[in-house]
C-alpha cells in the first residue's frame, strides 16, 4: 500500500522547507548575536527593573565598549567576574569598555537599590568560549541530514 504523508512531490518539497527552515533557526539560536567583529560597542538602557538588552551574547576574546543609559532613576551597572561597576545617572551615558576574556555566564545586577524589584534587575552576559561549537555544528548537520531523508523519500515517489 503506498504511503499517503509524501502523496504528491508539492507536500514533500514544502515540509523539507519547513524542516530545513526549523533547523536553521534552531541554530541560528546558537550564534553570537554580536558575533563577526573583534571590537563594537553594546548600548544598554536601565530601567526599573530590567536592562534591555537583558542577556548580552559575545565571543571570548571580543573587545566590548558598553555605553549604559537609564530611562528613569539611577542605576547600577555591575558585571559578576569582570571588574565592572557603573553609576548610571539619568541624562548622562556610562560608558567601561571589557576585553570579554573570561568565557561563561555572568550576571549582570544593579548595584543600585532603586526600588522593591531591584534585587531581581538582573540581565546575564555570555562569553562563547572560542573553538568549533558542537552544538552549532550539530545543528547544522541534523539540517543536512533532514534535507537528506526527506529529499529521498520525495524522489521516492515520482
Ligand atoms: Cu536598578
Known amino acids: ?32 548575536i554580536y558575533g563577526g567583529s573583534d571590537s563594537y560597542t553594546i548600548e544598554v538602557k536601565a530601567r526599573r527593573f530590567a ?12 573587545r566590548i565598549t ?17 571588574d565592572v561597576d557603573l553609576l548610571v545617572e539619568p541624562g548622562k ?17 544593579c548595584s543600585v537599590t532603586c526600588g522593591y524589584m531591584h534585587p531581581f534587575m538582573v540581565g546575564e552576559l555570555v562569553v562563547v568560549e572560542n573553538g568549533i561549537n558542537i552544538v552549532f555544528v550539530l545543528s547544522i548537520l541534523i539540517a543536512l541530514l533532514t534535507a537528506l ?6 524522489w521516492k515517489r515520482w
Do not use: C
Not at 10 to 30: A, D, E, F, P, Y
Not at 93 to 109: M, Q
Not at 149 to 154: A, E, G, I, L, T
Open 93 to 109: 551615558e556610562s560608558v567601561v569598555t571589557i576585553v570579554a576574556d573570561k568565557p561563561g555566564k555572568f550576571k549582570i545586577r
Open 66 to 82: 558598553f555605553k549604559v543609559t537609564t530611562l528613569d532613576i539611577t542605576h547600577g551597572f555591575y558585571i559578576d567576574g569582570y
Open 51 to 62: 536592562y534591555e538588552p537583558d542577556r548580552i551574547i559575545v565571543n571570548q576574546g571580543d
Open 1 to 32: 500500500m503506498k504511503h499517503k504523508i509524501f502523496y504528491n512531490k508539492k507536500l514533500g518539497l514544502i515540509i523539507i522547507i519547513s524542516l530545513l527552515m526549523v533547523s536553521i533557526w534552531i541554530s541560528s539560536l546558537m550564534i553570537p
Open 149 to 154: 531523508v526527506s529529499m529521498y523519500y520525495v
